[in-house]
């Protein structure tokens, strides 16, 4: 499963701290990716993104859809991801229905969507397990080392979890 997650972070000054404003969440923060086990364990966090950064950008980005299709797995995601891959005949990223104020969704529409959402909630167990860590509400660095944070995080998660 894929998703992506804006980490909160306290404001930084200056102009360069504009692009870390998510207008989605309203908050200042890091927009990253994560890929997660059917467990919701968390496997891959991409590097740390500006918070304005869109899902489908980040994904693009790091090559998701390519890494996935060369490993011959495949991925659940949510609406967001919708459009990143095109391919209709072996999709690797599985999204839902979208409905829309012309289009409404059907009955079977509506329960593949519910399906999905039912399969997609680990993904955000194992966002929560990573975002229980307090350091990350007082986080004002850089990406950079935002993402080797995380990633350390990660590991230490892991091992929470697995005990």
């Known amino acids: 499963m894929i998703d992506g997650t ?7 000054t200056g102009k360069a701290d504009r692009r870390n404003y998510s207008g989605k969440h309203h908050q200042h923060g890091l927009h990253f990716l994560a890929l997660t086990d059917e467990r919701g364990r968390l496997i891959w966090i991409s590097a740390a993104r500006p918070g304005r950064t869109h899902d489908n950008t980040a994904a693009r980005q790091d090559h998701v859809l390519a890494h996935l299709r060369a490993a011959g797995l495949g991925a659940l ?11 209709v005949l072996d999709p690797v990223i599985v999204t839902g229905f979208h409905a829309s104020r012309t289009h409404k969704l059907t009955p079977g529409q509506k ?6 959402a039912i399969g997609r909630a ?3 167990h194992g966002f929560a397990h990573l975002k229980n860590w307090r350091i990350l509400t007082k986080l004002r660095t850089d990406p950079a080392r935002a993402t080797h944070l995380l990633r350390a995080l990660l590991v230490l998660t892991n091992l929470e979890i697995n005990r």
Not at 7 to 12: A, D, H, K, L
Not at 77 to 86: C, V
């Open 6 to 12: 804006l980490i909160r972070t306290q404001r930084r």
């Open 111 to 116: 329960t593949a969507n519910r399906v999905l």
């Open 77 to 87: 995601a949510d609406l967001g991801f919708r459009g990143l891959d095109n391919d």
């Open 122 to 124: 680990p993904v955000e």
